[in-house]
């Protein structure tokens, strides 16, 4: 493995432990997450590595595997980034449904949009050339316009049509909704910006 595939793993898994543990400061979760969150520091970047490891072996017969684990794991980063400003939005305002929650969902995620072509350009794809990076920027939000169609109309969808189940609190359901919307682009996205945006 390169130098890049060590360090991004631990970047990214720290960083998405922080968000972690600052969200969870905002939502009522279930007692044994706060028993367990403390560790996710040390544990989130052990797996992000162990797992980019796993994939780099099995990516040297099959290429693919080991970009789509990466870009996986930079959508976890973009998911954890995009629950983050909307957690912040929504507990900052005291709004967490109604008509300026996709306000708030839009900009968080495009916010991890663009995080993640840079994510996506440098590390997972490895297209490090400048000259086509506006072509590449512009056909990235592109395809991530689908993922946004999908992202807002689901989480939308589930907060104000759907409305909190199982006596979950409205803050919790809207991050289980995005959650949901964010696994259903991830795949479009993957293979749109291999095959579209940063083909080779």
């Known amino acids: 493995m390169k130098k890049q595939d060590i360090l991004a793993p631990l970047i990214i898994g720290e960083a ?3 968000i972690f543990l600052a969200v969870s400061g905002i939502l009522k979760m279930p007692a044994f997450v706060y028993k367990i969150a403390p560790f996710f520091p040390i544990l989130l970047p052990v797996f992000s590595l162990s797992g980019t490891y796993i994939t780099s072996i099995f990516g040297k017969k099959i290429p693919t595997l080991f970009q789509w684990s ?4 930079i959508g976890i ?3 954890f980034i995009d629950l983050g ?3 912040f939005l929504m507990w900052s305002s005291g709004l ?3 008509i300026w ?3 708030f969902k839009a900009f968080s995620f495009i916010v991890a949009t663009f995080n993640s072509f840079l994510w996506n350009k440098f590390w997972a794809f490895e297209k490090k050339e400048s000259e086509q990076a506006t072509k590449e920027m512009v056909q990235f939000f592109s395809i991530a316009g689908l993922g946004f169609v999908i992202n807002i109309v689901v989480a939308s969808f589930l907060v104000n049509v759907v409305k909190a189940q ?3 609190t409205p803050a919790l359901w809207a991050n289980l909704s995005s959650i949901v919307a964010i696994i259903l682009g ?3 996205n993957f293979f749109g910006y291999k095959f579209l945006v940063f083909k080779k």
């Open 16 to 18: 998405c432990a922080l």
């Open 70 to 73: 990466k870009s996986f794991l």
């Open 77 to 79: 980063l973009n998911s």
């Open 85 to 87: 400003i909307l957690n």
């Open 96 to 98: 967490s449904s109604g």
């Open 101 to 103: 929650f996709p306000c």
């Open 166 to 168: 199982f006596g979950i």
């Open 186 to 188: 991830f795949s479009w």
